[in-house]
């Protein structure tokens, strides 16, 4: 019984000496991402992409607010039927606008998501790489509650980061 108490102290006390060599890090991943130089390419990459069809969609609505302004301004001197076929002008155009509207969001959100998917990779590569030279041997990210500031490496990948 001895024996057992002194081997796992023994293996207690090397543990503990091998924990007191470790060298250990913190990055703060979210404040990497949005300050990464490639997040603003990202950025303008999408705002170039999806400009045209935003420009589209925004003339598809002036249309509307001015059919529905000359029903509004008209309807008193119009004929029935021109009434008619106007408000169903502005439902059908309506519609067509909503669903512009709605893959507009669905394909920008797809895009934003790839964007951000590179970015993060980029991101998981240059804090590898820095660990890798600075012979971290363990980095943490989120779910940390406190990090001292002389284990933040953070600014450290950001430097990496902008070497890609």
Do not use: C, H
């Not at 045209?52 to 119009?78: C, F, T, W």
């Not at 971290?136 to 500031?149: I, M, N, Q, R």
């Amino acid at each position: 019984m001895k024996s057992k108490i002194a081997l796992f102290l023994a293996l207690m006390l090397t543990a503990n000496m091998s924990y007191a060599e470790l060298k250990i890090g913190f990055v703060n991943v979210p404040k990497v991402l949005e300050k990464a130089p490639q997040a603003e390419q990202a950025k303008q990459r999408l705002e170039k992409e999806f400009s045209p069809r935003d420009k589209q969609l925004a003339a598809q609505i002036k249309v509307i607010k001015s059919l529905e302004e000359q029903l509004q301004r008209d309807a008193g001197v119009m004929s029935a039927s021109k009434r008619k076929d106007l408000e169903r002008d502005i439902i059908a155009k309506t519609r067509d606008a909503k669903r512009t509207q709605q893959e507009f969001s669905e394909d920008f959100s797809l895009r934003r998501n790839e964007e951000l998917g590179k970015l993060q990779s980029r991101i998981m590569d240059a804090i590898k790489e820095l660990a890798k030279e600075d012979g971290f041997d363990l980095l943490l990210s989120e779910g940390v509650v406190y990090a001292d500031e002389s284990i933040n490496v953070t600014s450290k990948v950001q430097e990496k980061l902008s070497k890609f």
